[in-house]
Structure formats: structure tokens, C-alpha cells
């Protein structure tokens, strides 16, 4: 019966600080905008898109061996 002294106030005290998260995000405009993210993730934005990547270059100059430079694949 002892522990009800204990848990009532600190059950009380969490519910508390709950509420208080709760409005500090309700008054910090955490919840203004709910379908932004619903629509970002079904619209791509074609301004960015990744660039392609150049061809790796030999520290020699030129190209890299991988990389032939006449078309033949050799």
C-alpha cells in the first residue's frame, strides 16, 4: 500500500511532463504543416537529381587503364 504513495505522484509528474511536451511542440509549430511530408515523398523535384560523374582519371594524366580510350575494349 506504501508503493501508491510513490506511484500516483510520479505516474501525476509524467503525465505532467507529457502535456508539457505536448504544448511546447503545439506552440513551436511542430504540427502546421501534416501533409507536406505526405507530398514530398510522392512528388520527386527534378532540379535534384544527381549530376553523372566524370570518368576517374590516372594520376598520370589522361584516362584510366579501366577506361579504354580507342573504343576496341583492349
Given at each position: 500500500?506504501?508503493?501508491?504513495?510513490?506511484?500516483?505522484?510520479?505516474?501525476?509528474?509524467?503525465?505532467?511532463?507529457?502535456?508539457?511536451?505536448?504544448?511546447?511542440?503545439?506552440?513551436?509549430?511542430?504540427?502546421d504543416?501534416l501533409?507536406?511530408?505526405?507530398?514530398?515523398?510522392?512528388?520527386?523535384?527534378?532540379?535534384?537529381?544527381?549530376?553523372p560523374?566524370?570518368?576517374p582519371?590516372?594520376?598520370?594524366?589522361?584516362?584510366?587503364?579501366?577506361?579504354?580510350?580507342?573504343?576496341?575494349?583492349h
Amino acid at each position: 500500500m506504501e508503493v501508491l504513495l510513490w506511484l500516483i505522484p510520479v505516474a501525476l509528474g509524467l503525465g505532467g511532463l507529457g502535456l508539457a511536451a505536448f504544448l511546447w511542440a503545439l506552440k513551436s509549430g511542430q504540427f502546421d504543416d501534416l501533409d507536406g511530408a505526405a507530398h514530398r515523398i510522392l512528388f520527386d523535384d527534378e532540379d535534384t537529381a544527381p549530376l553523372p560523374k566524370d570518368p576517374p582519371e590516372d594520376p598520370r594524366g589522361g584516362r584510366s587503364k579501366d577506361i579504354p580510350n580507342d573504343g576496341s575494349g583492349h
